[in-house]
């Protein structure tokens, strides 16, 4: 297959051209390098351009027959998010229709769709399953909410196939260390609590210690960055052979919070992690774990790192590599 990974260069996007690249897949990736790192792309060819660019898109689909897109590029924390929504449905929306429109120019019609757990919102219920009612409580999850509404329409009207994946926290790094999680200002759990590890911040802030949840602190689901890419071979590999559309919640489907990265972080680097504690961030819900028995069922996808320590030790082997 011919792959167009759109916001290849970042986190899960460079895990996902390395995981086709070494499948034989023929794979461009598009990116602005606005977030992620042109080092990262380690296959393929390389076009650096933005969403915002219909030329440029319109060059890069005249250039080449994909047979298919993997949708990864836009904006992703939910803080920010809540602080700057114009950034959000400006890079999740606006750009992701330029994207969809080259695409109906140009003949592509499968796609697919880097989504999250936060369309739902505050969960009725645990774990969340896909019919589980759809409320997101933050700019971040409403975007991508909206995204799979446009998905469901351009297939109704134009036969516009897709899977949307819905992550609940990719977490990890390649077991061999040559990839792993770098954002820029870095917002994630497990690498800001290993950067604390290593003495690189003063302190790990924990935001909300009064949650509705064991220990109070936040409750998520970690989903290896290898076990998530698998799920995309998958879906690709579904589109391909003339599947139809669909949705799947992707998680490991066991919960871990705050304090609980944290036990497990210090017993991996045999390094205490210093703490301090702060407010609730707003858009933060106090628990997100996936039922992703719909995704086993249907495809067969198990995760292959599913322990927390496992995830955690390939983060670590990536921070301690790439100092």
């Known amino acids: 297959m011919r792959i167009l990974i759109a916001g290849g260069a970042g986190y899960i996007g460079s895990h996902m051209v390395r995981m086709l690249d070494s499948l034989g897949h023929q794979v ?3 990116d602005d390098l606005s977030a992620g790192f042109r080092d990262a792309v380690l296959g ?3 076009v650096q351009g933005s969403l915002h660019d219909k030329v440029a898109l319109k060059s890069l689909f005249d250039a080449n027959q994909f ?3 993997v949708h990864f590029a836009g904006s992703i924390a939910v803080g ?16 992701t229709l330029n994207l ?17 757990a936060a369309i739902f919102g ?3 219920y645990v774990p969340i399953d896909e019919v589980h009612p759809q409320s997101p409580i933050n700019p971040y999850g409403m975007t991508k909410w909206i995204t799979e509404q446009m998905l469901r329409d351009y297939d109704s009207a134009y036969g516009f196939r897709s899977v949307a994946l819905r992550y609940f926290n990719a977490a990890g790094a390649s077991p061999d260390a040559a990839l792993g999680e770098r954002h820029d200002p870095e917002t994630h759990l497990i690498p800001l609590v290993l950067r604390a590890a290593k003495g690189e911040l003063p302190a790990l802030t924990v935001f ?9 602190t936040c409750v998520r689901d970690y989903i290896h960055i290898e076990d998530l890419c698998a799920a995309h071979v998958l879906a690709l590999q579904h589109l391909i052979s003339g599947g139809d559309s669909r949705a799947y919640n992707l998680g490991n489907g066991q919960g871990y919070s705050v304090k609980q990265v944290i036990e497990v972080a210090e017993k991996v680097c045999g390094k205490s992690v210093p703490v301090q504690y702060g407010p609730r961030r707003a858009g933060d819900p106090p628990s997100l774990v996936a039922d992703a028995s719909k995704i086993r069922k249907d495809w067969g996808w198990e995760p292959k790192y599913g322990e927390l320590e496992t995830i955690i030790k390939h983060a670590w082997q990536w921070e301690v590599r790439k100092r």
């Open 28 to 30: 461009v990736t598009f």
């Open 44 to 46: 393929g060819e390389f």
């Open 67 to 69: 047979d298919a897109v």
């Open 80 to 95: 920010e998010s809540v602080r700057d929504p114009a950034k959000y449905y400006q890079n999740n929306l606006a750009g």
């Open 100 to 116: 969809f429109d080259a695409m109906r120019e140009h003949g592509v019609n499968k796609i697919v769709f880097s989504s999250t």
């Open 122 to 124: 505050n969960p009725q």
């Open 208 to 216: 909300g210690t009064d949650y509705d949840t064991p220990d109070g």
